[in-house]
């Protein structure tokens, strides 16, 4: 069986602090795994994605994720948070067949 | 809860030909999302409904491309004629009132391949 599975539907951070948004996978073949954001009243964007090689992944606006297969996961992290990244964040996994597969999202709020 | 459902999982079809994309959300959404997936562009917002009502089509490429929703279980998106450069996944996503466990479902997709 293939799925996502996003930790924390709703996560809030100061300014500047670390942001970590939390992505579990299932995949019985190699998986492409994607993060995607929205902002208000806008289609979702693609911030990353890993295929193949290295493992730490850096996408736009100063956000990274790690492939981490022995955890199964691909967690989104940003050193500091900025206020202009309060939006929804969606983890997707690509398996077999062209199948896309996305977590049910994860809400960032950034307190000033 | 057997999530949102699409169908066909897949569709192959020549260019020219009309094709309709089905949709149902999950029950008690009142939000209905239709996205695109390439490779090249990503995931791409075509149409949203919320309590049935389109509120921004403007993802819509051309007037080749329609969708209704007429009642709360049932949306279609439909391409007629179709093109080859509209091969692409089709995901259609759900998600309730805000105040709840406000998140996306998407279904599993159609894959559009014209001809």
């Known amino acids: 069986a293939q799925s996502v599975t996003q930790l924390g539907s709703h996560v809030s951070v100061s300014e500047g602090a670390l942001v970590l948004l939390r992505c579990n996978y299932s995949s019985s073949v190699p998986p492409y795994l994607f993060w995607y954001v929205q902002y208000p009243n806008q289609g979702l964007q693609l911030l990353l994605k890993y295929t193949t090689g290295a493992t730490l992944v850096k996408g736009i606006n100063g956000f990274e994720a790690e492939f981490k297969k022995s955890e199964t996961s691909f967690h989104l992290t940003k050193p500091s948070a900025h206020m202009s990244d309060a939006a929804e964040y969606f983890c997707a996994l690509k398996g077999t067949g062209n199948q896309f597969y996305f977590g049910t999202g994860t809400s960032l709020t950034v307190i000033p | 809860d057997a999530g949102v459902i699409q169908s066909p999982r897949h569709e192959v079809t020549e260019m020219g030909q009309e094709v309709t994309l089905r949709c149902k959300p999950i029950s008690g959404h009142n939000s209905l999302f239709w996205y695109r997936q390439t490779m090249m562009r990503g995931l791409e917002l075509l149409i949203y409904f919320n309590n049935n009502v389109p509120i921004d089509d403007s993802g819509m490429p051309e007037d080749r491309f329609s969708a209704k929703m007429p009642n709360a279980s049932f949306s279609t998106l439909k391409i007629q004629p179709s093109e080859p450069r509209d091969s692409a996944v089709y995901f259609c996503?759900?998600?309730?009132?805000?105040?709840?466990?406000?998140?996306?479902?998407f279904g599993s997709g159609t894959r559009l391949t014209v001809v």
């Open positions: 996503a759900s998600r309730p009132p805000p105040g709840s466990n406000y998140g996306y479902t």
